[in-house]
């Protein structure tokens, strides 16, 4: 099965600078790209993706985009540029806000919440640029979360507090997520 990628940039996030801990491995890194190249190559690196769905506003940046997918093979990443994006990575790991690992000790929630997505999503939130970030929220949020898995299933039951290592207050962050989706 193909896999396509939309929003590639994350809306144009990833083509801004980035939160200064990231931002700071990029612009020491020896190859020198642009944070949307940086994107682009990790995508295209992967043999699994087929098709790179990405917006562009004018000429330069269809001609920008067209070099990056040519030279953009798979495995083109040398083993040193993966390891620096890996640090990016873990770079926005660290300054997430809900330090959910995603271990999924939670589940099942009674109620069907799909909890580690919910959270996942949340700290994303916190990344989103200032002026758009709740509206971003709920169209992202409407597209990766089926209704079954939404927060505003939550009952408040607290099932899922005990099972969680790293203490998170689930109930009040599906409270949280609710207010921010309506
Ligand atoms: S508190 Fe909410 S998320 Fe946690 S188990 Fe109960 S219904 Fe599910
Ligand atoms: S148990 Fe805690 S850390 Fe693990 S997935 Fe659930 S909320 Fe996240």
Known sequence: MGIAIMEPLRGGYLARPLIPEAQAILDTAPTK????????????????????????????????????????????????????????????????????????????????????KNLLLLNDHHHLPAESRDALFRMRYGMRVTSEQSAARCTGCGACLSKCPQDIDIPSLMREILRLTT
């Open 33 to 116: 790209r642009s944070n949307a190249e940086w994107a682009f190559r990790w995508l295209f690196n992967d043999p699994g993706i087929h098709v790179v769905l990405s917006g562009m506003n004018d000429q330069s940046q269809v001609e920008e985009n067209l070099r990056i997918a040519r030279e953009g093979l798979p495995h083109s990443l040398s083993e040193e540029e993966t390891n620096i994006i890996a640090r990016v990575q873990s770079a926005f790991r660290l300054s997430a806000e809900v330090p959910c690992t995603a271990c999924r000790y939670c589940m099942p929630c009674p109620e069907g919440v799909e909890i580690p």
